[in-house]
């Protein structure tokens, strides 16, 4: 019996790359060939990085190198367990602590990746009667996020607050609920968000208010406490979004609100429930008291505020407790380029 010739059914995805090809879109990928710095060597050839997301260098830092070895001599390498089952460790607990003192907020959880984050939060609480209202070059996991819900989007124009408050008001009378949602500084302009503007136009129709501060912890507010306190909008933001592996220069996302949002996130969030926890030698570089902090003259000191009655403001804990409020912040008057993408 003759055997059938059999054809290839990814066929299409050659027709497809020829296509990026002839359009210049097509792209090969640097190799870096040793650490992540100012002045580092891609494909062989010695070259000033001005294209990476370690802002501060601490990916290098020699007290981040000793935290994240300590941490493989005393834990392990591998993850083990997903959060909700055998994963959660203390040092977990006390970095989604940390993070919830620095950012002036509730209660925190840590994802695997900032791109977890955001997908795994819209995606939540969000359903098809809901609606988005997005700018349009929020980041692809935003737009991911807004994807998997299955609310209905509606995109406004970039920094445009005005356009914003067209598209809220277009769905006011419509039931479910209405989040609005922005990038704190854009990832590829570098460019800030009017988050101020957006706050009161999700108060004037009692939207959620998101903010996604991937690019500007650790670069803008006092001590790089995010676009939030940047603008002095504590309080006014729902949710909040940021990286570990940007300015941090770790690995890892986090969500930041109330002890409700978070302990529900520990409850829906899929990507928190089916993933595997962020490995424990990542954490432990972030919880360096260089991290979430100021540095000072004698070296690193915390300058976070202090958990009321030494209460807890890690994620699904059972004492959770609102941190200490800053002093008020001004805005702060900066171009629009202040900080950019590399």
Same mark, same amino acid.
């Given at each position: 019996?003759?055997?059938?010739?059999?054809?290839?059914?990814?066929?299409?995805?050659?027709?497809?790359?020829?296509?990026?090809?002839?359009?210049?879109?097509?792209?090969?990928?640097?190799?870096?060939?040793?650490?992540?710095?100012? !002045?580092?060597?891609?494909?062989?050839?010695?070259?000033?990085?001005?294209?990476?997301?370690?802002?501060?260098?601490?990916?290098?830092?020699?007290?981040?190198?000793?935290?994240?070895?300590?941490?493989?001599?005393?834990?392990?390498?591998?993850?083990?367990? !997903?959060?909700?089952?055998?994963?959660? +460790?203390?040092?977990?607990?006390?970095?989604?602590?940390?993070?919830?003192?620095?950012?002036?907020?509730?209660?925190?959880?840590?994802?695997?990746?900032?791109?977890?984050?955001?997908?795994?939060?819209?995606?939540?609480?969000?359903?098809?009667?809901?609606?988005?209202?997005?700018?349009?070059?929020?980041?692809?996991?935003?737009?991911?996020?807004?994807?998997?819900?299955?609310?209905?989007?509606?995109?406004?124009?970039?920094?445009?607050?005005?356009?914003?408050?067209?598209?809220?008001?277009?769905?006011?009378?419509? %039931?479910?609920?209405?989040?609005?949602?922005?990038?704190?500084?854009?990832? +590829?302009?570098?460019?800030?968000?009017?988050?101020?503007?957006?706050?009161?136009?999700?108060?004037?129709?009692?939207?959620? +208010? +998101? !903010?996604?501060?991937?690019?500007?912890?650790?670069?803008?507010?006092?001590?790089?406490?995010?676009?939030?306190?940047?603008?002095?909008?504590?309080?006014? !933001?729902?949710?909040?979004?940021?990286?570990?592996?940007?300015?941090?220069?770790?690995?890892?996302?986090?969500?930041?609100?109330?002890?409700?949002?978070?302990?529900?996130?520990?409850?829906?969030?899929? %990507?928190?429930?089916?993933?595997?926890?962020?490995?424990?030698?990542?954490?432990?570089?972030?919880?360096?008291?260089?991290?979430?902090?100021?540095?000072?003259?004698?070296?690193?000191?915390?300058?976070?505020?202090?958990?009321?009655?030494?209460?807890?403001?890690?994620?699904?804990?059972?004492?959770?407790?609102?941190?200490? %409020?800053?002093?008020?912040?001004?805005?702060?008057?900066?171009?629009?380029?202040?900080?950019?993408?590399?």
């Amino acid at each position: 019996m003759p055997t059938a010739t059999r054809t290839n059914p990814l066929s299409f995805l050659t027709d497809q790359l020829d296509e990026l090809k002839a359009k210049g879109t097509h792209f090969k990928l640097r190799v870096l060939d040793d650490e992540q710095a100012p !002045v580092c060597t891609f494909d062989g050839k010695r070259v000033i990085n001005l294209a990476s997301n370690n802002y501060l260098g601490f990916t290098t830092h020699p007290k981040l190198r000793e935290a994240a070895l300590e941490a493989t001599r005393k834990y392990g390498v591998g993850s083990g367990a !997903v959060r909700t089952i055998a994963g959660t +460790m203390k040092i977990h607990m006390e970095l989604e602590e940390k993070i919830a003192r620095f950012k002036n907020v509730e209660a925190c959880v840590v994802f695997q990746s900032g791109f977890t984050a955001n997908a795994g939060t819209v995606s939540s609480f969000l359903g098809k009667d809901d609606y988005i209202i997005s700018d349009e070059l929020n980041h692809a996991s935003i737009i991911d996020g807004c994807r998997l819900s299955r609310a209905k989007i509606l995109v406004f124009r970039h920094k445009d607050v005005a356009h914003a408050e067209e598209q809220l008001a277009s769905v006011k009378n419509e %039931p479910g609920k209405k989040l609005l949602i922005s990038d704190g500084v854009f990832s +590829m302009d570098g460019d800030i968000g009017p988050l101020p503007g957006l706050c009161d136009a999700a108060e004037k129709y009692g939207a959620i +208010m +998101m !903010v996604d501060d991937a690019h500007a912890s650790g670069v803008l507010g006092r001590q790089g406490r995010g676009t939030v306190d940047h603008f002095g909008i504590h309080g006014r !933001v729902d949710i909040q979004v940021g990286t570990l592996s940007k300015a941090i220069g770790a690995l890892g996302g986090y969500v930041c609100g109330t002890r409700d949002l978070i302990d529900f996130l520990c409850h829906r969030a899929r %990507p928190f429930l089916f993933l595997p926890r962020i490995r424990h030698p990542l954490p432990r570089p972030a919880l360096r008291p260089s991290t979430f902090s100021k540095p000072n003259h004698s070296g690193w000191s915390n300058s976070g505020p202090t958990p009321a009655s030494g209460k807890k403001n890690s994620a699904c804990s059972a004492s959770t407790s609102e941190a200490k %409020p800053l002093p008020p912040a001004k805005p702060q008057s900066r171009p629009s380029s202040s900080a950019t993408d590399a």
